[in-house]
């Protein structure tokens, strides 16, 4: 059974760090290509960075710069490392693989950017 749990979402000012953990367990993450979506009240879910297997990443433009998504193969986890951040970044963060037949989420962890 795959199971991805995330942690780390908190309270945070602007300008502050955050980093969020995906903990992954049933598949090896580094196989697929592993994200994190966030969403907003209101709001769609959006892509905010990807790694792939072949260790590839993505940012979405509003993170660019601010964000690094990164992996630890002998933790089976994924991180995506928040610098700079604004209020703007305030959502739910979620994990996602893109399996070989299914995709699998993670049940989210809140970020909150307020002075």
């Known amino acids: 059974q795959v199971q991805l749990v995330e942690s780390g979402g908190d309270l945070v000012q602007p300008g502050g760090s955050l980093r969020l953990s995906c903990g992954v367990s049933?598949?090896?993450?580094?196989?697929?290509?592993t994200a994190w979506y966030r969403q907003a009240p209101g709001k769609q879910r959006e892509l905010v960075a990807s790694?792939?297997?072949?260790?590839?990443?993505y940012y979405g433009d509003s993170v660019k710069g601010r964000f690094t998504i990164s992996g630890d193969t002998a933790a089976n986890t994924v991180y995506l490392q928040m610098n700079n951040v604004k209020p703007e970044d305030t959502a739910v963060y979620y994990c996602?693989?893109?399996?070989?037949?299914?995709?699998?989420w993670g049940q989210g962890t809140k970020v909150t950017v307020s002075s």
């Open positions: 790694i792939s297997s072949g260790g590839g990443t």
């Open positions: 049933g598949i090896i993450f580094n196989g697929y290509t």
């Open positions: 996602k693989i893109d399996g070989r037949f299914n995709d699998y």
